[in-house]
C-alpha cells in the first residue's frame, strides 16, 4: 500500500507548530500534526503575548478570541528593594514606553492552554485536526519520491499503533527536548554556561502588597520573585530555586508549593500573601542554549524551543515561537506556490536564529540591568521623553523594552529585505533615513487612516490579512500631482511580465469580484492611501483600474495623529515619505518591510520593484525581460 | 396544587424582553420567559446598534460577542440626488460627529437574530430560557396574593398545553400588536396620521455604485431609496411602497422582491446593480404611533415596540427598546431590594414615554430636513466644527446626531434626576453650567484614566459594570488639597445611618475580599479618581478605608486628552469639576447622571447626599435621622 502524502508534518502541538498549522490548513495545504501529549496544555506554562505578537495574533484574526478569556494587561513594571522594614518600591518604568509606536502598549497575559486552544480551534475549522497521542519514531529524507523527498515514522504514544507516511516538508516544534534535533546531530550552543532552578506558582491569593496586579521585580534580603499579573484574578509567581553558580548545585533541586509559598512570604515582608488556590505549580531546570542549525536540507525545519532556551523571566518564549512558525510558513508556501525558488528557505534559519542570538544576548543583558542597579526616575523618563541624551544605561533601557515588545525584531538585508549590498540597485529604492523613516527587516510603522467605500477609521498596518501574499502599499500623495506616476506604474504593472502580472490567476474565468485582498493574483495584496480626505476621493475616477480593482484597499490619509501634529498626511509623515509624491512600500507577508521605493513618472518605481522581485521569485521580471 | 410564582413574567423575546430578562436573571431574579415564535430570529428585523447603545451593551459585558459577528460600520451618511445623468452625490456628513463625544462614533450593523442570540446565550449562562413557542392567554392583577398579585395564563401556539402562574411583576414586550395592551384597553396615539408601506431587502449585491458600503440616502426621478451596509457583505435596500398619501393607497398593498430590484435598478441609474442572494425580503406597513400608558397599576408594564412605533428609517426602534427595558429592570431590582419604595416605578413611565415622544417628534423631522433641502459642505463643517454661529438647519442636524446616536436621550428632573425643583436642596448640589459640565438625566461624559492597581488605561464610564448599583464617581482633585474633605466624607459616610451604610450587607461574615464592585452593599460602587501620576497615588496610605476597599476602582486622571488638550486632569476637566477641589457625580444603574456635589471638608458633601438619597430610598438618612 502506497504510504500516505502529505504536505508537512508537524511534531508538536505547542505555540511554534500550531501556529505554522494555522497557516498553512489555511492556505491549503494538507498536514499531519501530530502531538505526544493525551490532551492540550490544560494549566500554566508560558503566559506572556508581547504587543507585536498581539499585532500578529490580530493579523490572523485571532485576536478577539484572545482576548474574550479576558486575559491580564502589563502596562508598568515595578520594582522593589530591600529598606530597613522589609522591600519598598523604588520605581516602576512602563513596559511598552511611548518612544515605541505600538499599536497595543502592553503585554497580554493568560496561560497557554487557553492560546493553544485559539489556534486548534483555528486548524479544526479549516479541516485540520491535532492527532494524539502520537510521538515521531524515525524520519529521512531519501528522496524516493522527489516531490514527497521525506519519509516520516509515527507511532501512538502507547505503541499499539503507527504509520509511516511520506512529506515534502517535516517541522519539529517538540520543545527543548526534540527527537528530531537529537536525530540530525543538531548541537545546542550554551551562550551562557550558568543553568538555573526555577519554581513557578499560578494561583489566586490575597495580600496588602499594592503591586500585585503588577508585573514586579522584588530583591529582598530573603531572596528575589518575580510578580505576573494574570488571567482570572490569578498571580504567578517566579522564584528562582537553585543556580548553577551555587556552591551545592544540583539541576534536580525541587521544592514544594509549600515551600515556595514559604519563601514567597519571606520575600513579600512587611506584606503578608496567602493562596485561596493553586492552578498550577511546576519546578523546571533551564539553561540558556541556541541549536547551531534549524535545518541541515531545508526540508527538515526545527523551530520554537527545540531551537532556543532561555530563562522565562522576559517571556520572550512563546513569542519568538510564533515569529520562527510564521516566518517559515511564507516561505514554504512561496516555493511551494511557484512563486519563490527554493532558496529563499535559506533565510528561515539566517533570519530567525540571529534573532535567537540577540534574545540570548539580551537574556543576559536584561538580567544584569536588573540587578547591578536602579534605574532613577529622571533616567526613565528621559528615555520614554525621547530626549537626545541618552547614557548607557538609558540606551540598554530602551533596547530592552524594543525587545521585550517585541518591536526589536530587525532582520538583517538579504535577497528579502532590500538593503545597499543587495544584488539589485534602482537609483529610486530609498532608504532609511534618506526619503523614508521605515527600515527594511522591520516591522511597517502603525498608521490610522479612513478607508474610502465605507468611511471606516481603521489601523491601515491591519488592513491585509495574513494571506501568504505580499502587501504592496502605494503611497500616493496628493492625487493631482501623483496622476501620471500612478497611472505609468499601473501601465508597467499590467505588462505581462511585470512583478504583479507574472503571477496573475491562470483561469481568468473565475468570478472574482467578491474577492477583495487577492482577485488578481496570490502573490500580491495592494493598498492605496492619498493625502486627500476620503470624501474627495472617487476610486472609478481617480485610480487606474489595477489598483481601483482593490476597491476595499483605498484609503484618505485624513486622520489627525498625535506623533505628528503638524502632519496633515499622518500616515505619510509616519512612514517619512513626502506627502505631496507618495511612495511605494513593500511589505513581507509577515508584515515586515521589504523595500521602500520612490513614487514617480516613466518606468522607474516599477523597474525597480521589477528588480527588487527578480531576485525573490528567481525569474527575469518587467523591461528588463521584454527588451531580452 | 399552587400556581408557581414568579418574579417575573416577560412575553416576547425581542431585544426589550431579552434585556430585561438578561438583567433581572443575572440579578438573580426568578423569571418565566415565553415566545410565540417557535425559535429565535433567523434573519433580517432590525438591524442598527447607536454608539450609545453599544456603550451600554459594553456595560453589560455582551459587546465583544456583538463584535465577533463582524458587523458593518457607519461612520458617514451620503446624500444622493437626481441630476441630468441620473443621480450624483451631493454631500456627506458623519452619523457621529465629533462634537458628540462618544467612545463609538459609528453605528453597528448586524440583523437583529444575532443580537439577539448573544442575549439569550447570556440569558442561558445564568440559568434562565425562552420557553417557546408559548403565548399569553390572560392575566389579572387580583392581588390574591400580595406577593405575587398577578394572575398570568399561558398557553403553548398549539393550544395543547397551558399553565396558570403568579407573579410580581408582568411585562409585555410583544411588538406591535400587544395582546396585552389590547386587554388593557391601551390607546396608541398617533403623532403624524400617515402611514406607509415599506419594502425591505437583504442581500449581497454586485454593482459600481460607488457608496454601496456607507449610509446613503438617495433621491432620484424614480424614487428614493435608503442604503444601509451589513455585515456578512450584505447590504439593506428599504423602499418605500405605499404612502397614506397616495391616492391609491391601500396599507396591504404589496411588492414582490424582483419589483423592488427592479425600481432598485431604475432608482440606481446610471449605476448598475445586481442580487448574488437575497438572505431576507419583507413588505409591511407601518405608522407612528405611541401607547398613551406603559403601565396602568406598575405591575403589569410594558416596552418596546409595544408603547412606540415609528419609521424604520433613523434605525431608533431596537435602541430605544433596549433603554427602556434597562430603564424599568434597575426599578424593579431596586424595589424588589428594598432599596427603594415602590413610587420609583412611576419613573419608568414618565422618562420613558417622553424619550418615544421625542422620537416621534424626531422622526417627523428627520424626514423633513432630508427632503427639504441638501446641507452645504460648509454647514456641515460648520456643525462639526462647533462653531459658535448656528443656523436653524445646523441646529436640526445636531440635534439630529444627537438623537440618532442614542446621545440625545435626556431625561427630565424629577426624583432620581436632581434639578431645581427637587424636593430636596442643599447648597453644595452643582448645576451645569455652574461648576459641572455633568448635566442630570444625561449619559455620564466618558473619559480615559489610569487604573492605579495595574497600571491599565482604562474607560472611567465603563468601570462598573451595570450591577444594579448607584455609581459614586469620587474625583478627588489634587490629593493634598481633599485630604481632609474626603476623610470627612468617609466618617460621615461610616455613620450607620447615612446613604451608604444604610444597605450594607446584614451578613458580614460572608468573605467578600475578592468582591471588587460591590463588597460592602449592592446598592452603591464607588470610584476615586485623582488629579495625580499614577505612580504616585498609594491607596493604602492616602484613601480613607471606606474608598480603599474599591482597591481596584481608584484611578490616576493623567492620560491626556485632545478634547481638553491644557487640561492636567482631563477626566475633571470633561466633567467641568475643578482639578484641585474635584466633586462627587452620583450615577444612575443606567449610566445617567443622578447629581453632582461639591466636594468639601465638614458634613455639607455627605448631607447633600444623603438628602439625595432619602428621596430615593424614601428613608431618612444620616444627620438629619441622627439628630431626630
Chains 1, 2 share one sequence.
Not at 242 to 255: L, V
Not at 367 to 390: D, H, M, Q, T
Not at 556 to 569: E, G, N, T
Not at 598 to 617: H, I, M, N, P, R
Amino acid at each position: 500500500m502506497a504510504e500516505e502524502r502529505y504536505d508537512v508534518v508537524i511534531v508538536g502541538a505547542g505555540p511554534v507548530g500550531l501556529t505554522l498549522s494555522t497557516c498553512l490548513q489555511r492556505w491549503g495545504y494538507r498536514i499531519k500534526h501530530i502531538d505526544n501529549r493525551p490532551e492540550p496544555t490544560l494549566t500554566g506554562r508560558a503566559d506572556g503575548i508581547q504587543p507585536r505578537s498581539l499585532d500578529l495574533l490580530r493579523n490572523m484574526g485571532l485576536k478577539r478570541k484572545i482576548m474574550a478569556f479576558e486575559p491580564a494587561k502589563v502596562y508598568e513594571v515595578a520594582f522593589w528593594d530591600p529598606n530597613s522594614k522589609g522591600i519598598h518600591r523604588t520605581g516602576t518604568w512602563a513596559s511598552c514606553p511611548k518612544f515605541i509606536d505600538a499599536r497595543y502598549p502592553f503585554t497580554t497575559l493568560l496561560h497557554q492552554g487557553l492560546i493553544e486552544r485559539v489556534f486548534i480551534e483555528d486548524v479544526e475549522k479549516h479541516g485540520g485536526h491535532i492527532q494524539r497521542p502520537w510521538t515521531i519514531t524515525g524520519f529521512e529524507n531519501d528522496g524516493k519520491d522527489p516531490s514527497y523527498p521525506v519519509e516520516v515514522s509515527l507511532a501512538h504514544m502507547d505503541g499499539t499503533l503507527s504509520e509511516t507516511v511520506r512529506a515534502r516538508y517535516l517541522f519539529s516544534g517538540e520543545g527543548a527536548r526534540s527527537f528530531v534535533r537529537d536525530r540530525l546531530g543538531v548541537k545546542i550552543h550554551h551562550k551562557d554556561p550558568i543553568a538555573h532552578v526555577w519554581g513557578v506558582m499560578d494561583g489566586v491569593v490575597r495580600t496588602n502588597f499594592p503591586d500585585i496586579k503588577m508585573k514586579c521585580t522584588i530583591h529582598s534580603d530573603a531572596g528575589s520573585i518575580m510578580v505576573i499579573p494574570r488571567e482570572d484574578n490569578m498571580v504567578r509567581l517566579y522564584i528562582q530555586i537553585a543556580s548553577s553558580t551555587d556552591s551545592d548545585w544540583n539541576p534536580r533541586k525541587t521544592a514544594t508549593a509549600e515551600e515556595v509559598q514559604q519563601r514567597a512570604k519571606n520575600i513579600l515582608k512587611p506584606y503578608s500573601i496567602s493562596w485561596d488556590r493553586v492552578e498550577w505549580f511546576s519546578v523546571y531546570p533551564i539553561g540558556q542554549g541556541i541549536a547551531e542549525r534549524y535545518t541541515l536540507d531545508e526540508r527538515v525545519f526545527m523551530g520554537g524551543d527545540v531551537c532556543h532556551t532561555h530563562s522565562p523571566k522576559a517571556g520572550q518564549g512563546m513569542n519568538t515561537a510564533f515569529l520562527d512558525a510564521v516566518n517559515l510558513a511564507w516561505k514554504i508556501h512561496h516555493v511551494e506556490s511557484g512563486f519563490a525558488p527554493r532558496s529563499i528557505l535559506s533565510t528561515y534559519e539566517s533570519e530567525r536564529k540571529l534573532i535567537a542570538e540577540s534574545l540570548l544576548d539580551f537574556d543576559a543583558k536584561y538580567a544584569k540591568l536588573f540587578s547591578s542597579r536602579i534605574p532613577s526616575a529622571g533616567e526613565v523618563a528621559g528615555a520614554a521623553s525621547n530626549e537626545p541624551e541618552e547614557n548607557d544605561f538609558i540606551k540598554t533601557f530602551k533596547a530592552s523594552c524594543e525587545f521585550t515588545s517585541g518591536y526589536g525584531v530587525a532582520y538583517n538585508p538579504n535577497t528579502i529585505n532590500w538593503g545597499p549590498e543587495h544584488p539589485v540597485q534602482h537609483r529610486l529604492f530609498l532608504q532609511y533615513p534618506e526619503g523614508t523613516n521605515l527600515r527594511t527587516g522591520r516591522i511597517l510603522t502603525p498608521a490610522t487612516v479612513t478607508r474610502v467605500v465605507d468611511a471606516n477609521v481603521v489601523h491601515l498596518e491591519q488592513q491585509i490579512p495574513m494571506n501568504g501574499a505580499y502587501r504592496m502599499y502605494v503611497f500616493g500623495g496628493e492625487p493631482a500631482k501623483t496622476k501620471t506616476a500612478l497611472q505609468d506604474l499601473a501601465t508597467h504593472m499590467s505588462n505581462r511580465t511585470s512583478f504583479y502580472s507574472i503571477f496573475s490567476y491562470l483561469d481568468k474565468s473565475l468570478d472574482r469580484y467578491h474577492e477583495l485582498n487577492n482577485p488578481h493574483t496570490n502573490f500580491i495584496t495592494i493598498c492605496t492611501i492619498f493625502n486627500s480626505p476620503r470624501s474627495k476621493i472617487f476610486i472609478q475616477e481617480m485610480l487606474p483600474e489595477v489598483f481601483a480593482r482593490y476597491r476595499d484597499h483605498v484609503y484618505a490619509d485624513d486622520v489627525w495623529d498625535q506623533r505628528v501634529p503638524d502632519a496633515k498626511a499622518a500616515a505619510h509623515a509616519k512612514m517619512g515619505l513626502d506627502e505631496e509624491t507618495g511612495g511605494v512600500v513593500i511589505v513581507r507577508p509577515d508584515g515586515y518591510v521589504g523595500c521602500v521605493v520612490k513614487l514617480e513618472q516613466g518606468t522607474g518605481t516599477c523597474e525597480a520593484l521589477d528588480k527588487y522581485f527578480s531576485v525573490l521569485t528567481g525569474k527575469r521580471l518587467g523591461e528588463e525581460r521584454a527588451t531580452l
